[in-house]
C-alpha cells in the first residue's frame, strides 16, 4: 500500500467518475493507497470542495476519508516552514514529513521548491505521473 498526501486540487481532480484521474480515489476507497490527513487538511479539503461543489458532497468526501480503516491520521507538531510563497501549503509537507508518506502528489509550483531540500528529503509527483504509476 502506497503512503501518500494528496493536495486538495489533485483530490478535487481525483473524485469524478469521468476523470482521468479517478482511478486515483478509487484506490484511496479501496484501501490500495493509504492517504495521510490531518485535522487541517481535512477542513481545507471540506472547504474547497464545498465551493467546487456542493456541502453534501464535500462533507460526504471528508466523512468517507474519515471513516476508512486505511486513512492514516497525523499530526504535525513541527512546523518546518519550507514553502515560502504560500505557507498555507505547508500543512500538507509537514503531514508527509510525520507520517514519513511516501510522496506528495500535487500539481502546484510552489511545491518544486522541495525538489531542492536535502533535508527532510521528499518525493513530489504531479498527479498526471502519479495516475500513470498506479
Known amino acids: 500500500m502506497r503512503r501518500i498526501v494528496l493536495d486538495t486540487n489533485c483530490l478535487l481532480q481525483s473524485l469524478p467518475s469521468n476523470s482521468p484521474y479517478h482511478k486515483i480515489w478509487q484506490n484511496v476507497l479501496n484501501g ?9 487538511i481535512l477542513n481545507e ?20 476519508i474519515a471513516r476508512l480503516s486505511t486513512t492514516y491520521f497525523q499530526d504535525s507538531y513541527y512546523h518546518f516552514g519550507l514553502i515560502t510563497e504560500d505557507p498555507d501549503d505547508n500543512k ?27 533535508w527532510p528529503k521528499l518525493t513530489i509527483t504531479k498527479l498526471k505521473e502519479f495516475a500513470a504509476l498506479i
Open 32 to 40: 490500495e493507497i493509504q492517504l495521510c490527513v490531518n485535522t487541517e
Open 92 to 118: 500538507f509537507v509537514d503531514c508527509a514529513i510525520a507520517a514519513d508518506a511516501e510522496l506528495i502528489v500535487t500539481n502546484d509550483k510552489h511545491f518544486d521548491v522541495l525538489r531542492t531540500v536535502s
Open 45 to 64: 479539503y471540506e472547504e474547497i470542495l464545498s465551493g467546487k461543489t456542493t456541502k453534501e458532497i464535500a462533507h460526504n468526501v471528508v466523512e468517507a
